[in-house]
Structures are given as structure tokens and as C-alpha cells.
């Protein structure tokens, strides 16, 4: 539906330029009242498996971890965390509300083929805990719901993406942006990264506005708490830790912004792609209409 009211089915063959903006272009163009998907067939399994180290032992494992990005099958999706662990009934009670780090990945497909990748992660060093779980991919995709629920916690996420992941940037992202004492260390953010490549870099960068395919990986500060006292010092803690692993940065999804307003919009689009946007934005909504989102302005304003 488009900011004058007008019911438009888009798709390679229907208003093809709008189709390729809605891919990644957020909601600036209108409101998708319907979408179809072409399905894959994957089982009925995934594999989550997450192991948790020590801070002293979590550079070695992060080298190893992104040495595995490039041979790992399309199946995997590899993930890393850091931060301080909850109470968790996969880890021993002696380790909650510790300071832990975490390499892993979601399998989807079978996940006795998908616990091949264990034994690398395994051999860098030991782990203080593990989670591995086989579970429907419907539960893989609801299993955070109850944490992200409307009006539970507030919320602040700086994100990037990252071409390389060297030793500098496996330091940046174990700091937890509190590498120079600043703060408090109960503020500190959580960290996490996702790999890249599979179906994601398959696809052409000019085949949709969705930017960024040949990153390694996406990076998230994530804070999160209850208590509005506490939102500016959150907030700055994660801008910090986001600050820490920017020099590493080459751009960053457009639903990791927060309040960068149109230079974060320039860092998610490249200068081609933002014209090319900007100019459907005058085409379906030149009055700008769509706006609360990470806006693209139209060019006649």
C-alpha cells in the first residue's frame, strides 16, 4: 500500500525497481500487506550448539572460529558471543553472572552431519560449559521470543559489519567497549557476531538494495535493562563499545541503527544505491509519509 493508497503487487516482473527497494530498503516505500516466499527444503531439525570459554582463552578460540567461517558448508551459521552469563541451566551455577565468551553455530539440516564441526571448535582449548541442542526450526526461531517481548526490557544496540576479523578487532570485540576503564563494569554490553557468506553472498550486491553481502560477519552491542535511571549510562556504554569496534567496521545493516540518523544511512547504503533509493522515495512517497523508520528523503525537498 503506498503513501496515496494504491494496492501495487511488486515482483521481478510488476514495478521491478520497487521490488528490488523493498528488499532491504525498510519501510520507506509503503506497507507490505502480504509477502510470498519461495521455501527451501532444510528437515525438520537444526543443531544450536554454543561453547562457552574464559576470558584469557577466547582470542585463541575466535581466531579458530573465524578461520572456520570460510570452510564451513552452507548448513552452518557461525556465532560468537561475549558478556556476563545469566542463570542459565546449561552452565554450572558457579558460572553465572560471570564474564564468558562463546563460539558456536546454528545447523540447519541434520544435525548429526552438523556435529562435525564440533570437534574443531573443541581442539583450541577447553570449554567451560556447553549448549548443544537439537531443536524443530520453529523452536529455533521462538526460543528468544519471551526475552524480546514488548515492554520487558529497555533496549540500545550499536551494530557493524566487518570484512576482516583480525587480532585488533577479536580484542575490540572481547573489551566490551570497557577496555579503557571507563564505566562501570555492570553496564558493560553484550557482543555478539554472525557470520556471512552461505545464501547471503550468493546473491548479486546490485540484485537488491540490501547491502553489504561480501561482509565476514555482523556485529551487535547490545544493552538491555529495567530501570530508566540507568538509560544514559546503558546508552553510552554501548556507544562505546560500538566506538571500540568501528575502526574495524565497512558499513553496517540498516536494522542495527539506532540514532545515527542520515550519516548511519550512509553507512548502510553505498552512494549508487542511496540515489537509486532516493529516487523511488520520490516516485511512492515524495511527501515523505513513511518516516518514522531509518528514512531515506526524497530528493525534491
Same mark, same amino acid.
Given at each position: %500500500?503506498?503513501?496515496?493508497?494504491?494496492?501495487?503487487?511488486?515482483?521481478?516482473?510488476?514495478?521491478?525497481?520497487?521490488?528490488?527497494?523493498?528488499?532491504?530498503?525498510?519501510?520507506?516505500?509503503?506497507?507490505?500487506?502480504?509477502?510470498?516466499? &519461495?521455501?527451501?527444503?532444510?528437515?525438520?531439525?537444526?543443531?544450536?550448539? +554454543?561453547?562457552?570459554?574464559?576470558?584469557?582463552?577466547?582470542?585463541?578460540?575466535?581466531?579458530?572460529?573465524?578461520?572456520? &567461517?570460510?570452510?564451513?558448508?552452507?548448513?552452518?551459521?557461525?556465532?560468537?558471543?561475549?558478556?556476563?552469563?545469566?542463570?542459565?541451566?546449561?552452565?554450572? *551455577?558457579?558460572?553465572?553472572?560471570?564474564?564468558?565468551?562463546?563460539?558456536?553455530?546454528?545447523?540447519?539440516?541434520?544435525?548429526? /552431519?552438523?556435529?562435525?564441526?564440533?570437534?574443531?571448535?573443541?581442539?583450541?582449548?577447553?570449554?567451560?560449559?556447553?549448549?548443544? /541442542?537439537?531443536?524443530?526450526?520453529?523452536?529455533? /526461531?521462538? %526460543?528468544?521470543?519471551?526475552?524480546?517481548?514488548?515492554?520487558?526490557?529497555?533496549?540500545?544496540?550499536?551494530?557493524?559489519?566487518?570484512?576482516?576479523?583480525?587480532?585488533?578487532? &577479536?580484542?575490540?570485540?572481547?573489551?566490551?567497549?570497557?577496555?579503557?576503564?571507563?564505566? +562501570?563494569?555492570?553496564?558493560?554490553?553484550?557482543?555478539?557476531?554472525?557470520?556471512?557468506?552461505?545464501?547471503?553472498?550468493?546473491?548479486? +550486491? +546490485?540484485?537488491?538494495?540490501?547491502?553489504?553481502?561480501?561482509?565476514?560477519?555482523?556485529?551487535?552491542?547490545?544493552?538491555?535493562?529495567?530501570? *530508566?535511571? @540507568?538509560?544514559?549510562?546503558? %546508552?553510552?556504554?554501548?556507544?562505546?563499545?560500538?566506538?571500540?569496534?568501528?575502526?574495524?567496521?565497512?558499513?553496517?545493516?540498516?536494522?542495527?541503527?539506532?540514532?545515527?540518523? @542520515?550519516?548511519?544511512?550512509?553507512?548502510?547504503?553505498?552512494?549508487?544505491?542511496?540515489?537509486?533509493?532516493?529516487?523511488?522515495?520520490?516516485?511512492?512517497?515524495?511527501?515523505?509519509?513513511?518516516?518514522?523508520?531509518?528514512? &531515506?528523503? *526524497?530528493? /525534491?525537498?
Amino acid at each position: %500500500m503506498t503513501a496515496d493508497g494504491e494496492l501495487l503487487h511488486a515482483s521481478e516482473s510488476e514495478h521491478p525497481e520497487l521490488y528490488w527497494g523493498l528488499r532491504g530498503g525498510g519501510g520507506n516505500f509503503g506497507v507490505v500487506t502480504e509477502f510470498e516466499f &519461495i521455501l527451501h527444503r532444510v528437515g525438520t531439525a537444526a543443531l544450536l550448539v +554454543d561453547l562457552f570459554y574464559a576470558p584469557q582463552d577466547a582470542p585463541r578460540v575466535l581466531r579458530r572460529w573465524r578461520d572456520l &567461517i570460510a570452510e564451513a558448508p552452507p548448513e552452518a551459521t557461525l556465532t560468537a558471543w561475549v558478556g556476563t552469563t545469566g542463570p542459565w541451566p546449561f552452565l554450572p *551455577p558457579e558460572l553465572h553472572g560471570r564474564p564468558l565468551a562463546s563460539v558456536g553455530y546454528v545447523w540447519v539440516g541434520d544435525p548429526d /552431519q552438523g556435529r562435525g564441526l564440533l570437534a574443531a571448535l573443541r581442539d583450541e582449548a577447553p570449554a567451560k560449559g556447553e549448549r548443544i /541442542q537439537e531443536l524443530t526450526y520453529l523452536e529455533l /526461531q521462538t %526460543m528468544d521470543d519471551d526475552h524480546h517481548r514488548h515492554g520487558l526490557l529497555r533496549r540500545y544496540w550499536k551494530g557493524h559489519y566487518l570484512r576482516e576479523f583480525g587480532g585488533e578487532a &577479536i580484542d575490540a570485540f572481547l573489551s566490551r567497549g570497557g577496555g579503557d576503564g571507563d564505566g +562501570d563494569a555492570r553496564l558493560l554490553p553484550s557482543g555478539s557476531l554472525q557470520s556471512y557468506g552461505g545464501a547471503i553472498a550468493a546473491v548479486g +550486491d +546490485d540484485e537488491t538494495a540490501f547491502s553489504h553481502r561480501d561482509a565476514l560477519v555482523e556485529f551487535v552491542a547490545v544493552a538491555g535493562w529495567t530501570d *530508566p535511571a @540507568e538509560d544514559e549510562a546503558q %546508552m553510552a556504554a554501548a556507544r562505546r563499545y560500538g566506538a571500540a569496534v568501528e575502526p574495524f567496521a565497512s558499513g553496517v545493516y540498516v536494522n542495527d541503527l539506532t540514532d545515527e540518523g @542520515e550519516a548511519g544511512i550512509r553507512r548502510a547504503y553505498s552512494p549508487d544505491k542511496l540515489a537509486r533509493l532516493a529516487a523511488l522515495k520520490d516516485r511512492y512517497d515524495p511527501g515523505n509519509l513513511f518516516h518514522l523508520n531509518h528514512n &531515506i528523503h *526524497p530528493r /525534491q525537498r
